[in-house]
């Protein structure tokens, strides 16, 4: 439904109490930003002296990015580790085994009811120990996010395969293929399509999620942007908010268009049987309204750490 | 396991401030949602872009940073205390910043709610001459919310365990900041580690299983 149909198609006076309306959000909106502006201003965070280290290439060659880097290095790594984890134990949750089934089940459950930064603290404190003395952030925040995120993937991957159509893998079962190949031929690749836009918003997800690091002083965008950089350029806080949120948001919003550019293709497609299943991250209502694969909400909030 | 034992109490304590920064949270950020789809779907364009703005950027921006900014940068910076006393101004700044963040997926949540009310109810409603207030509040909203009672769960639950991240907004004394603390003093501890993960799943387990029977209960039958 589109917005358009919760109002009729102004008439003049309509129109008319609409354009007040129109003024008075725009006295209001305007009014907030003015507040934020003074308020800003009365505490001097419009000075030019501040706003100047970033106009500096040597701001953001030895600080914005480096940490630019350590972000899309470890959401890099972690993608992939996930994507794997993601595909070993969604297809374990299909397996006909029930001692696959199970285990691989209440791996993902556990994982996915975690709070990411419990899990992130855990590792980092118990890789010393097990691991002798270094730097573990990077690893901490690669596998924290890697068990999390995998496991969110795991679902996606779980309702990727059981949305292909029952009728594909039956004529492909009836023409002689065995399990193996009828996963890998004909079901994996169908599935594969319905979930790229599910996988990308997790995707979305990870990158959000590795500034969690800068908890443990993993060296990411948050953490030279916001911690050191302000340290260097003293009072430049609130400029260096406002320009690293702006990259974070670029970067997401990029990763988003893709994903919904994605869908539209996918759901295009005519080389799938299988409908794109919702973003884990949002809400699985539609047609089924709850009772999609995903629906019921049981368990783990996905999506939004 | 003594270890566990022996940081019992403070666990707790800290695990009784996640409790009641999601008690805040869900509250305040089920409100902020509902004024921010009511103004994604408003009739005055002014409003739609400003709220879609809202959405957008906050829900793009990680929760680390939005705690991070909230604490060092308004708060700080700009001088905005709710009280006198540290930890309590930190507990009300977390509060803040975790439902300024939970209401952009409040109002994800609605306005996906308000997709799946069928054309009929709306078309029905202009036809019996209310406004857009009234079938907004009596018509749409009111199946809209029926329809995301299980998506509004999840959302819950995700900012249940987001609370864990209030360590980044200063605030040092729910069960994340104690568990690090513990473990700093013991060095990783498995039992620690387990009984905190056990407290939260004993809070968003029920909590999934509720508003999963809810969903169901409520299920508008079409």
């Known amino acids: 439904m589109s917005t358009s149909v919760l109002f009729d198609v102004p008439g003049p006076r309509a129109r008319t109490r609409n354009a007040l309306l129109t003024v008075a959000s725009v006295i209001l909106v305007g009014a907030a930003l003015y507040g934020i502006y003074s308020g800003f201003d009365a505490k001097g965070q ?14 953001w060659e030895f600080y914005i990015f480096p940490g630019l880097l350590g972000t899309l290095r470890a959401a890099a790594v972690a ?12 297809l374990a949750r299909l397996s006909d085994h029930r001692w696959i089934r199970v285990p ?13 930064l419990l899990l992130i603290f855990f590792i980092f404190y118990l890789a010393p120990a097990v691991a002798g003395p270094g730097d573990y952030t990077f690893m901490a925040v ?6 999390y995120n995998g496991s969110v993937l795991a679902e996606v991957v779980r309702a990727g395969v059981l949305s292909v159509a029952k009728g594909q893998s039956e004529a492909a079962y009836a ?11 004909v079901l994996l690749p169908q599935a594969v399509t319905a979930m790229m836009p599910a996988i990308v918003s997790q995707l979305v997800v990870l990158l959000k999620d590795t500034a969690l690091g800068y908890i443990i002083a993993y060296v990411d965008l948050l953490n030279t942007g916001f911690k050191i950089l302000p340290a260097r350029f003293f009072g430049s806080l609130i400029p260096a908010a406002i320009v690293i949120g702006v990259i974070y948001v670029a970067l997401n919003m990029a990763l988003s268009f893709l994903a919904t550019w994605l869908e539209r293709r996918s759901r295009r497609s005519r080389k ?12 699985a209502i539609g047609a089924g309204a709850g009772t999609g694969p995903q629906g019921g909400g049981v368990a783990a909030g996905r999506g939004m750490e | 396991m003594e270890d566990l034992i022996r940081y019992a109490p403070d666990l707790a304590l800290g695990f009784l401030e996640n409790i009641k920064l999601s008690i805040v949270g869900a509250i305040t950020s089920l409100i902020l949602g509902t004024i921010l789809v009511a103004m994604r779907v408003s009739p005055t364009p002014v409003l739609r872009v400003a709220g879609t703005f809202y959405v957008n950027v906050i829900r793009n921006t990680p929760l680390t940073l939005v705690l991070a900014f909230s604490a060092l940068g308004l708060s700080d910076q700009l001088g905005l205390v709710f009280s006198a006393e540290p930890r309590i101004n930190s507990f009300w700044i977390v509060a803040m910043g975790l439902s300024a963040y939970t209401a952009a997926f409040v109002c994800e949540a609605l306005r996906s709610g308000i997709n799946t009310v069928p054309l009929g109810q709306a078309e029905a409603a202009r036809a019996i001459g209310l406004t857009f207030m ?6 749409i909203l009111p199946q809209a919310f029926r329809a995301v009672v299980a998506p509004l769960g999840s959302v819950m639950i995700a900012m249940i ?30 039992p620690i580690f387990l009984g905190i993960v056990v407290a939260f799943m004993a809070v968003t387990l029920p909590v999934g299983w509720f508003t999963g029977r809810l969903a169901r209960r409520l299920a508008v039958a079409r």
């Open chain 1, 175 to 185: 023409i002689g293929m065995r399990k193996n190949q009828v996963m890998r031929l």
């Open chain 1, 79 to 90: 993608s992939v580790l996930a994507l794997v984890f993601g595909a070993v134990f969604g």
């Open chain 1, 46 to 59: 419009w000075r030019a002296e501040i706003w100047q280290p970033f106009l500096e290439w040597e701001t």
């Open chain 1, 142 to 147: 690669v596998v924290g996010l890697m068990l």
């Open chain 2, 161 to 190: 365990k987001n609370t864990t991240v209030a360590v980044a907004g200063g605030f040092a004394a729910e069960s994340a900041a104690n568990m690090k603390e513990s473990f700093d003093q013991v060095g990783a501890s498995i």
């Open chain 1, 272 to 283: 799938t049987s299988a409908a794109p299943i919702e973003p884990p991250g949002q809400p």
């Open chain 2, 134 to 139: 009234q079938s907004l509040r009596m018509i």
């Open chain 1, 104 to 116: 691989a089940g209440v791996v993902v459950e556990v994982f996915r009811a975690i709070p990411l």
